[in-house]
C-alpha cells in the first residue's frame, strides 16, 4: 500500500520530516534505514523510515512517490516483489 498527503510533513517514527515524494517506506520491524528494490511495474529503492502499516495484513507502506514510481497509486493495494538491498 501507500500512504501521502495526510502525513506530508509530518514527524516519522525515525524523526524525519515525511516527504510524500520522497522514496521511503514504512515497515513494522525492519531497522530504519534499510534499503529495499520494490517491484510492481517497476522498481524503484526506497529506504524504511517509518513505522506500519497498521491495516490487516499489510507488511509495507511505500511513500506516494515511490508507489507513483513503479504504478501502484492506481490499485493503492498490492502484492509486490522486495529485495534487500
Do not use: M
Not at 37 to 46: A, F, N, P, Q
Amino acid at each position: 500500500s501507500w500512504y501521502g498527503p495526510y502525513f506530508h510533513g509530518r514527524t516519522t517514527a525515525n524523526g524525519e520530516t515525511y516527504n510524500q515524494y520522497g522514496y521511503t517506506a514504512a515497515h513494522k520491524t525492519l531497522p530504519f534505514g534499510t534499503r529495499l528494490e520494490v517491484c510492481y511495474d517497476g522498481c524503484v529503492t526506497v529506504r524504511i523510515n517509518d513505522r506500519g502499516p497498521y491495516i490487516g495484513p499489510r507488511e509495507l507502506d511505500l511513500s506516494f512517490g515511490a508507489a507513483e514510481a513503479i504504478g501502484l497509486t492506481y490499485p493503492g493495494v498490492a502484492t509486490v516483489s522486495f529485495t534487500y538491498l
